[in-house]
C-alpha cells in the first residue's frame, strides 16, 4: 500500500517569502500526485496534479510543484506567498485504482 | 454541475440521538469516500464506494457508524448513537475516474453534546 509523508506539520512565514512544503511518497508502481488545499473553515479542493509528462507543473495562484521520479517527492513551492496563502496543504497520491492516500498536512500561516 | 452536495451544512444534537448525514455525489464520478476531520487526529478516511458497492469500510471507528450508497445519486453515513467523541466536520468526496482526482463537498459540522 501507499503511503504520503509530509515533513513539516507547521510553517510560519512573513508576506513576500518563499514556500517550500515538501512531501515524499512510498509505493512502487506508477503514481498521479495531487496537492490540494483547505482556506479556513472551507473544504479542499484541488491546488494543482501530475499525471504524466513535464515533472514541474504549475497550479493555481502561482503554485507550482515538482515530481522527483528518483527521490519519490513531490514538493510544493511558491516564490513569494500572500497573506491570503494561509491555510492546509495536503499532499496525495493516487495509482488509478479509485482511492488516494493523503498526507497528514501541512498549516502555513502568513504573517502580514 | 453544483458539485458535491452535503446536508445539513451543520448539525447539533445531544449524547445518545441518530444522526445522518447525507451526500449527493457529483453525476458520473465513479467513487465516493466519507471522511472524518478533526483537530486531534486530522483527516481520516472512514469508507468509500466504488459505483454504489462499499470497498472498504476499515476507517469506521465503530458499529455506531454506518454508511449506504443505495443509488448513483445519494449516499447516507449514519452514526447511531451519537457520543461527543465524534463532533468533528464530515466530508464527502467522489472522484473523476478521467483525472483520478477528488471533489470534495462543503462538509457538515457535526456537535454532539
Known amino acids: 500500500a501507499q503511503s504520503v509523508s509530509q515533513h513539516n506539520h507547521h510553517v510560519i512565514l512573513s508576506e513576500a517569502a518563499s514556500l517550500e512544503l515538501g512531501c515524499n511518497y512510498s509505493y512502487g508502481g506508477t503514481v498521479n500526485l495531487f496537492w490540494y488545499v483547505q482556506y479556513p473553515g472551507q473544504h479542499l479542493q484541488l491546488l494543482l496534479k501530475?499525471?504524466?509528462?513535464?515533472?514541474l507543473v504549475k497550479g493555481i495562484k502561482g503554485f507550482e510543484a515538482e515530481f522527483i521520479k528518483s527521490k519519490f517527492s513531490f514538493n510544493l513551492r511558491k516564490p513569494s506567498v500572500q497573506w491570503s496563502d494561509t491555510a492546509e496543504y495536503f499532499c496525495?497520491?493516487?495509482?488509478?485504482?479509485?482511492?488516494?492516500?493523503f498526507g497528514d498536512g501541512t498549516t502555513l500561516t502568513v504573517k502580514p | 454541475d453544483a458539485g458535491v452536495i452535503q446536508s445539513p451544512r451543520h448539525e447539533v444534537t445531544e449524547m445518545g440521538q441518530e444522526v445522518t448525514l447525507r451526500c449527493k455525489p457529483i453525476?458520473?464520478?465513479?467513487?465516493l469516500f466519507w471522511y472524518r476531520q478533526t483537530m486531534m487526529r486530522g483527516l481520516e478516511l472512514l469508507i468509500y464506494f466504488n459505483n454504489n458497492v462499499p470497498i472498504d469500510d476499515s476507517g469506521m471507528p465503530e458499529d455506531r457508524f454506518s454508511a449506504k450508497m443505495p443509488n448513483a445519486s445519494f449516499s447516507t453515513l449514519k452514526i447511531q448513537p451519537s457520543e461527543p467523541r465524534d463532533s468533528a466536520v464530515y466530508f464527502c468526496?467522489?472522484?473523476?475516474?478521467?483525472?483520478?482526482?477528488?471533489?470534495f463537498g462543503p462538509g457538515t459540522r457535526l456537535t454532539v453534546l
Open positions: 453525476s458520473g464520478h465513479d467513487y
Open positions: 496525495a497520491v493516487g495509482t488509478n485504482a479509485g482511492k488516494s492516500t
Open positions: 468526496a467522489t472522484r473523476d475516474r478521467a483525472t483520478d482526482t477528488q471533489y
Open positions: 501530475y499525471f504524466s509528462g513535464d515533472p
